[in-house]
T-cell receptor, first 114, second 112 residues
Framework: GQQLNQSPQSMFIQEGEDVSMNCTSS?????WLWYKQEPGEGPVLLIA?????ELTSNGRLTAQFGITRKDSFLNISASIPSDVGIYFC??????????????FGKGTKLSVKP | DTGVSQNPRHKITKRGQNVTFRCDPI?????LYWYRQTLGQGPEFLTY????????KSRLLSDRFSAERPKGSFSTLEIQRTEQGDSAMYLC??????????FGPGTRLTVL
């Protein structure tokens, strides 16, 4: 089935540093989403992207929908301790499959040292 | 709007027993999804409802799994004859035409 390759798997950074993570796929997606999950909780939606080339910000978070429709990245600027968690990319396919369900990457685990 | 709620939050059961989980979506959302998440992985799609109609089921949803959304509001996910491999977090999400999928806190299932 379709897979999303998310990297890096984990990051250990100092507070105040910028963070970048990305997702790639062999399939074309018509929607890219970024979620954050904390231990014992469900994923929380951070940013949604709907157009190739779209660049969207949410506070210190910025995400882009790749021109080829096969990738997306998420940047976090000036990280703080509460940014700790697992970040997931998720995509919705353009052709075939359900119009509804999302395909998730394996996540990027972010740790921030104060 | 209290968000998506799921009950119970945790369930421990013995292999072979049946379990049922409930999801209450955001009230104005007509779409409801079930996902399963195992340790170190992202959520994997199980099934999807639009109102009361079950529109798609993943191959992950074996015949021991059944989901219902009888009145187009809350949904239940039942697993019959549980196996140790069913141990996972079961996540519910809801959405509408205007809103992307919002997830509930999940039900953590442990099969002994």
């Amino acid at each position: 089935g379709q897979q999303l390759n998310q990297s890096p798997q984990s990051m250990f950074i100092q507070e105040g540093e910028d963070v970048s993570m990305n997702c790639t796929s062999s399939s074309i997606f018509n929607t890219w989403l970024w979620y954050k999950q904390e231990p014992g909780e469900g994923p929380v939606l951070l940013i949604a992207l709907y157009k190739a080339g779209e660049l969207t910000s949410n506070g210190r978070l910025t995400a882009q929908f790749g021109i080829t429709r096969k990738d997306s990245f998420l940047n976090i600027s000036a990280s703080i301790p509460s940014d700790v968690g697992i970040y997931f990319c998720a995509g919705r396919l353009r052709y075939g499959g359900s119009q509804g369900n999302l395909i998730f990457g394996k996540g990027t685990k972010l740790s921030v040292k104060p | 709007d209290t968000g998506v709620s799921q009950n119970p939050r945790h369930k421990i059961t013995k292999r072979g027993q049946n379990v049922t989980f409930r999801c209450d979506p955001i009230s104005e959302h007509n779409r409801l999804y079930w996902y399963r998440q195992t340790l170190g992985q992202g959520p994997e799609f199980l099934t999807y409802f639009q109102n009361e109609a079950q529109l798609e089921k993943s191959r992950l949803l074996s015949d021991r799994f059944s989901a219902e959304r009888p009145k187009g509001s809350f949904s239940t996910l039942e697993i019959q004859r549980t196996e140790q491999g069913d141990s996972a977090m079961y996540l519910c999400a809801s959405s509408s035409v205007q809103h992307e999928q919002f997830f509930g806190p999940g039900t953590r299932l442990t099969v002994l």
